[in-house]
């Protein structure tokens, strides 16, 4: 089995910013890796610079097909705000280990082709079913030479029945002691949006000559900033807050740091993002636009977000349009995965819950269910020394590290519930 902080020492050290993304070095090495314990693997992109790859491993019999998914592109990092250089992979004493990518998200793809080379070189195969190992390009920006190329191109390559990817599982502690380790089932939707003002343009010297369209988003911008809308609750966060055993009132006096995080999970979130006038620093603006990023629960769409929209701002004064339109999806909270998983954290973690959360922004899960609507795909890769909380501080910042500890640990469970699940 290859160490697998050694393993992700080496991915970190390949230069998988996206763009221009320049994957193939490290796929190939993977590749490598996952032929030599015996996995049939696939290099197949949209660009040579940019394969995606995909290794199987064949059971003795039919059966589901489990799916280790990741990307290996990262989001860019400036050197000189680092304490340790971000493609060093350098481990410090206290047992972090330091670089671009160590939480999102090359550690879960050291993690799941450590497990899956451990698991094919001692001679395991599945009793039943297929294991397939997918590490992806093109995650940061969309996916589109990544993961929504390969479920188009290549469906048969990559076709599964249960997919572990990024987006839970680390702990999370509550104010009353107890931890929960969150298992990612859905995704919200993207449904962003122009909100438009219109006035009369004059000259900028004669205030009132003109009819200001900049000034008349002054209201909307208001509202923006002093509520959200009204919730539309999704299974997800419906078994979180019983999990808990409270209300969300009753979570935002008891627990007010998990309540934030909470918040976006119960429905639409509206984020002004963007504001644009005039051309001139002389000229009166026309018209005023601003970008709002709308985040709707799994499920709904754009009458969703309209009502809600219409519910914050009102229905006059402005208008609208809609310049991103993605429908969230999700997987069932309950399935033998889910299962596997609470079955690996009771005999691990004995007094922690397993307890079900969603995405507020998205994964290349959500392209996959998309692409095979019976898939139950879930965010996982469990953490106990690094909380919900310190790694969300770290994800696309500075200084990103993960707790060498929860590398292995994460490590164990990928092998532990791929046995459990395919036999």
């Known amino acids: 089995m290859p160490d697998v902080v050694e393993l992700l020492?080496?991915?970190?050290?390949?230069?998988?910013?996206?763009?221009?993304?320049?994957?193939?070095?490290?796929?190939?090495?993977?590749?490598?890796?996952?032929?030599?314990?015996?996995?049939?693997?696939?290099?197949?992109?949209?660009?040579?610079?940019?394969?995606?790859?995909?290794?199987r491993l064949e059971g003795h019999a039919d059966g589901p097909a489990l799916c280790l998914l990741s990307h290996v592109d990262t989001v860019l990092a400036t050197p000189h705000e680092w304490t340790h250089d971000p493609w060093s992979g350098h481990v410090d004493d206290d047992g972090?280990?330091?670089?671009?990518?160590?939480?999102?998200?090359?550690?879960?793809?050291?993690?799941?082709?450590?497990?899956?080379?451990?698991?094919?070189?001692?001679?395991?195969?599945?009793?039943?079913?297929?294991?397939?190992?997918?590490?992806?390009?093109?995650?940061?920006?969309?996916?589109?030479?990544?993961?929504?190329?390969l479920c188009e191109h290549h469906p048969d390559l990559v076709r599964c029945d249960y997919l572990l990817n990024e987006g839970g599982g680390a702990v999370i502690p509550t104010s009353d002691g107890r931890r929960v380790y969150g298992v990612c089932i859905a995704e919200k939707g993207v449904f962003r949006f122009r909100l438009l003002t219109d006035g009369v343009a004059g000259h900028a010297s004669i205030p009132r000559i003109g009819d200001n369209a900049l000034t008349k988003m002054a209201p909307f911008l208001a509202r923006l900033a002093d509520r959200q809308p009204g919730f539309d609750i999704t299974e997800g966060p419906r078994a979180l807050l019983d999990g808990l055993g409270l209300t969300f009132e009753e979570l935002q006096a008891s627990d007010p740091r998990l309540a934030l995080l909470v918040e976006p999970m119960l429905g639409v979130t509206l984020a002004p993002t963007r504001i644009a006038a005039s051309d001139k620093e002389n000229v009166i603006p026309s018209r005023a636009e601003l970008l709002v990023d709308c985040r709707v629960p799994p499920g709904h769409g754009r009458e969703t977000a309209e009502r809600r929209i219409h519910e914050v701002l009102g229905g006059e004064g402005y208008r609208l349009e809609f310049v991103e339109?993605?429908?969230?999806?999700?997987?069932?909270?309950?399935?033998?995965?889910?299962?596997?998983?609470?079955?690996?954290?009771?005999?691990?973690?004995?007094?922690?819950?397993?307890?079900?959360?969603?995405?507020?922004?998205?994964?290349?899960?959500?392209?996959?269910?998309?692409?095979?609507?019976?898939?139950?795909?879930?965010?996982?890769?469990?953490?106990?020394?690094?909380?919900?909380?310190?790694?969300?501080?770290?994800?696309?910042?500075?200084?990103?590290?993960?707790?060498?500890?929860?590398?292995?640990?994460?490590?164990?469970?990928?092998?532990?519930?791929?046995?459990?699940?395919?036999?």
């Not at 020492?9 to 314990?37: C, K, M, W």
């Open 96 to 149: 972090f280990l330091w670089g671009r990518g160590a939480i999102d998200m090359k550690s879960q793809t050291a993690a799941e082709v450590a497990a899956a080379v451990e698991l094919a070189s001692s001679g395991w195969r599945p009793a039943h079913g297929t294991l397939i190992v997918a590490s992806v390009v093109d995650e940061e920006t969309g996916g589109g030479e990544g993961a929504q190329w």
């Open 9 to 55: 020492q080496r991915l970190i050290r390949f230069d998988t910013v996206n763009p221009p993304g320049n994957e193939r070095p490290a796929q190939e090495y993977l590749a490598s890796l996952l032929e030599q314990a015996g996995f049939e693997t696939t290099l197949a992109g949209r660009t040579a610079e940019r394969p995606n790859l995909v290794a």
């Open 325 to 423: 339109e993605v429908v969230g999806n999700g997987s069932p909270a309950e399935s033998p995965l889910m299962e596997a998983i609470a079955e690996w954290v009771a005999a691990e973690d004995p007094d922690a819950q397993v307890l079900p959360i969603i995405e507020p922004g998205f994964t290349d899960s959500r392209t996959f269910r998309a692409a095979f609507p019976d898939l139950v795909a879930y965010g996982w890769f469990p953490q106990r020394r690094q909380t919900f909380y310190d790694i969300w501080s770290l994800i696309h910042a500075a200084d990103e590290r993960i707790a060498v500890a929860d590398l292995e640990w994460a490590t164990r469970c990928f092998e532990d519930v791929t046995r459990r699940l395919l036999g």
